[in-house]
């Protein structure tokens, strides 16, 4: 899994609350175990009309937030079904990071898997970043993980709380087969001895 330490990328603002995994990546596009290609399927049924035109309208379909790394999103975001599909959209998308007020247990565990960062914020700090993500010229944003910093464009810095462990896994690229292959050498050694001692041979 790539690193996360710092992203410097323009937010899109998404106040819509109870944005869902089925919106995110509706279910005709589940049948892939592939985390990669899922990207142009991202909010399908937002960003395209019946004939599979781009809604212009449409936040991601507009030339200056086509580019964005960062949602600003509304209130329980990622709830609905539990699928994994919804963060390997958003990640082949672009989307590094999530800003909200709150988000579903399940997705905000499986973005921390996926080298997504979720950021639960205050409603003040919520109101501050989404007019700074509606407007083209102040969308750009820093987010400093190592010192949990959201960076405006005017240079104020905003804190932000994360666990100190999904913390760590982020700055070090481990997902959960990360974790387990820096036992390996362990792992190893546990499968010769029980090899040795329960041989059957």
């Excluded at 960003?47 to 035109?53: K, T």
């Excluded at 509606?134 to 104020?156: A, P, V």
């Amino acid at each position: 899994m790539e690193k996360f330490k710092t992203l410097d990328g323009i937010a899109a603002p998404m106040p819509l609350i109870n944005i869902d995994t089925d919106m995110l990546i509706p279910k005709q596009f589940l049948k892939t175990i592939k985390r990669t290609g899922l990207g142009e399927n991202l909010f399908f049924e937002m960003r395209y009309d019946q004939d599979g035109n781009k809604i212009t309208d449409f936040i991601l379909n507009r030339e200056h937030y086509s580019k964005s790394s960062i949602i600003v999103g509304g209130a329980n975001f990622g709830c609905g079904s539990s699928r994994e599909h919804a963060p390997w959209a958003l990640k082949d998308f672009g989307i590094k990071c999530i800003i909200s007020t709150s988000f579903a247990d399940i997705f905000f565990n499986n973005c921390f898997k996926n080298g997504i960062l979720p950021i639960p914020v205050s409603e003040e700090t919520h109101k501050i970043l989404l007019m700074d993500a509606d407007t083209e010229r102040t969308s750009y944003m820093k987010i400093d993980l190592e010192n949990q910093k959201i960076i405006r464009k005017n240079g104020d810095k905003l804190d932000f709380e994360v666990d100190k462990f999904k913390k760590y896994c982020l700055l070090n690229g481990l997902d959960d087969i990360g974790l387990t292959l820096k036992n390996s050498d362990k792992i190893f050694r546990f499968e010769k001895e029980y090899s040795n001692k329960f041989s059957w041979a």
